[in-house]
């Protein structure tokens, strides 16, 4: 596993080489040495000291010639260039008659401890750490490698709080800050996933930062590979079958005609179903329910799990001609649902990246990515869907695609500018494919005939998943920036940044209730900018980056100043007729104002320096400052019958999210190439964004976003890592404390009130008066890796080949804490009780992979098989969002409820279902076969 630490410096997605080259003899510089990349344009000369450098290289690794009249040729192979990060390379020439051709060639080598780690990130290299470690095949697989990422928070804040790149192109989705694109690592040259303090370059993020670097094409012969991965069959959930009625003794409770007729303590239980027929008598009737009740009940019994899901990925590349070169990737993946549906969901990738050397001095690279997947929607009560699959969950599809075109021009040796032009595509739809959600909107009546089935089972037939959303996003971004490197001592960059969305929203909620029926629906045109200055001084062992950034944006929009009653008309006369003008509520009327211009400057600071040999000393500190996501600031939730009740209002009124970090660490080089990372640091997390209701007297409240909450966040990080020779290991622990009034902005939201003489009361919010743990919070997160590799040959032999030579075995494991959570006993009552006073269960996994690579069949062709088994001991983990947020099952939890926790009553009810398959979030033990073939 290739796992390097730091932090990015001058530039976001291109690094630098940079060396001295010297005479090997005497040890005196050698100026006017030609240093170039291999198979690249790029190159660079030696000046009077000896010293070159090479900016504005795409990371990858290389060859790297340095050659001189009259001295032999030294190339060095295997020369890795990281995003942001100076490869220090250094050449002695022999001064020495050679044949024509001949030169040396020298494997590079890295150094053990990174000189510029700054603060806390590390880089994956996919092509080093998919083919052996588990379960890694998409960017989220990539982040199950680090200890600072949990539950996709990273370090304790928020979800939302990063920014992720991809070749230079955002690809955020802006109205709710999640991340767009999945990439699967067949098409990844690295990944840099920045926890601790980043640079001026980034901007609206608080907690962290994704560089994804897509592969390029080779330039001098085509390449490829291809990656197949499937999932043996067996069901996704713990317990039995759903539908097996020996283990749900509500499904044995009524399989009878006798049990729909009733008894004299129960009633007739066929009204439930039959909704009003007139049987002759109760035995007609129980008959007849009990027909209409299996039809509801028609999977009783029913087998799932037989199908084997499927991952393909594929990648090409090569040169199109002398000044251009491709690469293209696919993945197409067919995964069943933890339940049987009507068909596999599937997810489609494609992405490439075509690279042009426009001339010696400039370059033209074209970046793309599609994406499309489907997942289900399964967010009401499964007594709602479990029978009815059709129209009981929701279908949902994401698409996505970004295009980025980027130039690059060298104005010198030592410097060049580069802009980008980008832009990102989104767009998410939900709804139950057989219903029109138009028939809804021409005719709220309509709603009526969509009448659900509430037999005594509590178990509902016909119930709708009644949302129906079309949320489309488009951003069009442009980067520019200039790199000078003015000495050898200080690499200048300098950048402004422009962003320009375009929002539309098509959302239509609660449609099966024509009361509730509601309508969102907006659109606009926000626009962010900002502007950066840094400078990475390196003077020996001390680098130094020092940053300062300014970020503004305005949304384009104009907002209802009237907090309490947005649509109030102020010219309203009470004592007038209602007509016309004189009107009490309209949206067209009321006051209004135009969003201003918000901004925020961010000081950004890095040190690292040498201690003692192969340990360097590093600390940080940084201000960061976050627009919340669209759909806080801007979305507008009105009753479909009256436009001007409100149900929800963004607040374009809300100030930035802010956090100040702090950080400090130390890595040492230990013996058998052991890396020791320690790091600590602190977050002090500010204007935190919370739902809050806001009401004008006695009339009804409407929600909105206000900044109220804060988090404190503190821990530490310690890392010791091999990343060399034929076995290989790293053990990973993160400890953390993140502490705040709430966990999310839907937590405990507070009233606010204005009364009729014009102050403000405000009620609830809070919970309880101490800071409380948050609810995602893990104190302890340990990961442990372990990789043994054998050579071709080891082992015994049959016939030609060596059994046990070109074996990899992997394991890799993780601890983490369980999750808080508040128990109030049998009671139920929250008075007295502190919040967040226990924690889920500690979770345990460990997965396994053995890989046997052959070379039997040339030198071209590597083909590898592997098998796969996660979750190696079958553990289970508690599905906290079901489990910890439900008093019933807590309590069942901690033994206070009559029934165990895998068999619940249901609501109203007196049969008991089984749970065991809902309780439980992650998948059973799973076996996985694969092949990869590269040539």
Do not use: C
């Not at 369980?818 to 997965?847: A, H, I, K």
Request: aromatic share 12%; net charge negative; no cysteine.
């Amino acid at each position: 596993m290739l796992v390097w630490g730091g932090i990015a410096s001058a530039f976001a997605q291109t690094g630098k080489i940079a060396g001295y080259v010297r005479d090997a003899a005497t040890g005196d510089p050698l100026p006017g040495v030609n240093v170039v990349i291999v198979g690249t344009t790029l190159g660079s000369a030696t000046d009077i000291d000896g010293y070159y450098v090479i900016l504005n290289v795409p990371p990858g690794v290389y060859e790297v010639r340095a050659t001189f009249v009259g001295y032999q040729p030294v190339t060095k192979t295997d020369v890795v260039v990281n995003s942001g990060r100076t490869t220090e390379l250094n050449f002695e020439l022999t001064e020495a008659p050679m044949q024509i051709g001949e030169e040396i060639v020298v494997v590079a080598e890295r150094p053990v401890v990174d000189p510029e780690r700054v603060a806390s990130s590390e880089i994956f290299r996919p092509a080093d750490v998919a083919v052996s470690t588990p379960g890694i095949y998409d960017l989220a697989d990539v982040f199950d490698l680090t200890v600072d990422v949990s539950d996709g928070h990273f370090r304790g804040g928020r979800t939302g709080e990063e920014l992720y790149l991809l070749n230079g192109i955002n690809i955020v989705n802006p109205l709710n800050n999640s991340r767009a694109f999945q990439p699967p690592t067949i098409a990844l040259e690295e990944v840099e996933i920045i926890t601790g303090g980043f640079p001026a370059e980034y901007g609206n993020a608080q907690s962290g930062v994704v560089n994804i670097a897509l592969r390029e094409g080779p330039s001098q012969e085509w390449s490829g590979n291809v990656v197949v991965r499937l999932r043996a069959p067996g069901r996704k959930h713990f317990g039995p079958s759903v539908f097996d009625s020996t283990a749900n003794p509500y499904l044995q409770a009524f399989n009878s005609p006798e049990d729909w007729m009733g008894d004299s303590g129960e009633g007739s239980y066929y009204g439930f179903i039959g909704y009003g027929f007139n049987p002759p008598d109760s035995l007609t009737g129980g008959r007849i329910a009990y027909g209409m009740w299996q039809q509801a009940r028609k999977e009783l019994g029913r087998n799932y799990g037989k199908m084997w899901d499927s991952d393909m990925q594929v990648a090409l590349g090569g040169p199109l001609t002398s000044w251009a070169r491709i690469f293209l990737s696919g993945r197409f993946q067919s995964e069943e649902w933890v339940l049987p549906y009507a068909h596999p969901l599937e997810t489609r990738q494609l992405l490439g990246t075509v690279t042009f050397d426009v001339g010696s001095n400039k370059s033209l690279r074209l970046a793309g990515a599609y994406n499309t997947n489907e997942a289900i929607s399964a967010s009401s009560s499964f007594w709602n869907w479990l029978w009815d699959r059709a129209i009981g969950v929701a279908p949902q599809k994401e698409t996505a695609y970004a295009l980025g075109l980027r130039f690059s021009h060298a104005l010198s040796g030592r410097s060049f500018y580069e802009v980008n032009l980008s832009t990102l595509w989104t767009r998410f739809r939900q709804g139950a494919a057989v219903l029109d959600p138009n028939r809804f909107r021409e005719d709220a009546a309509d709603a009526g005939v969509w009448r659900y089935y509430n037999p005594p089972d509590q178990f509902r037939v016909g119930y709708m998943e009644n949302d129906f959303l079309d949320e489309r996003t488009r951003t069009w971004s442009l980067d520019a920036a200039y790199s000078n490197q003015l000495t050898s001592n200080h690499l200048l960059k300098a950048g402004v940044q422009a962003r320009l969305y375009e929002l539309d929203v098509r959302n239509r909620r609660n449609l099966s209730s024509p009361s509730d029926a509601q309508d969102e629906f907006f659109k606009s045109n926000p626009v962010d900018l900002g502007i950066y200055v840094q400078d990475k001084m390196e003077f020996g062992g001390l680098i130094a980056n020092v940053g300062l950034r300014l970020d503004l944006y305005n949304q384009n929009i104009d907002y209802y100043t009237n907090q309490f009653n947005p649509f109030l008309n102020p010219n309203y006369d009470p004592t007038q007729p209602p007509v016309g003008e004189n009107v009490y509520l309209s949206p067209d009327l009321a006051d209004k104002k135009p969003t201003p211009w918000v901004y925020g400057l961010q000081p950004r600071l890095g040190i690292s320096f040498p201690v003692f040999v192969q340990t360097v000393f590093y600390l940080n500190y940084g201000a960061f400052f976050q627009r919340p996501p669209f759909e806080r600031l801007q979305v507008k939730r009105l009753q479909h019958a009256n436009q001007t009740t409100i149900f929800r209002m963004g607040n374009p009124r809300l100030e930035p999210e802010r956090t100040n970090m702090y950080e400090v660490g130390v890595a040492q080089q230990l013996p058998w190439d052991f890396v020791l990372d320690v790091s600590g640091y602190y977050k002090d997390v500010k204007n935190l964004v919370q739902l809050a209701y806001f009401r004008q007297g006695e009339e009804l409240p409407y929600e909105t976003y206000i900044n109220r909450d804060y988090a404190d966040i503190r821990g530490f990080r310690i890392s010791l890592n091999r990343r060399t020779g034929w076995w290989r290991a790293s053990v990973r622990y993160h400890y953390s404390v993140a502490t705040g009034k709430t966990s999310s902005s839907f937590d405990a939201p507070p009233t606010y009130t204005q009364l009729e003489n014009g102050e403000v009361a405000v009620s609830g919010g809070v919970l309880n008066l101490n800071d409380v743990l948050l609810d995602f919070d893990r104190t302890h997160n340990l990961l442990a890796q372990l990789t043994v590799s054998t050579p071709g040959d080891f082992g015994f032999r049959i016939g030609d080949v060596n059994v046990l030579g070109n074996l990899s075995i992997s394991l890799k494991s993780r601890i983490q804490s369980g999750r808080p959570y508040t128990y109030v006993g049998p009671s139920g009552g929250l008075e007295g009780v502190v919040l967040m006073n226990r924690r889920s269960p500690t979770e345990y996994q460990t997965d396994l992979k053995i890989t046997r690579r052959f070379k039997e069949f040339g030198d071209r062709v590597d083909f590898v098989a592997f098998v796969e088994v996660i979750n190696l001991f079958n553990n289970r983990h508690f599905d906290y969002d079901y489990v910890f947020r439900d008093p019933l099952l807590i309590r069942s939890y901690e033994g206070d409820a009559d029934e165990p926790i895998e068999l619940i009553i249901p609501p109203n009810g007196s049969w008991t279902a089984n749970q065991e398959w809902r309780i439980y979030d992650n998948l059973p033990r799973s076996f996985y076969f694969g092949v990869s073939l590269e040539f």
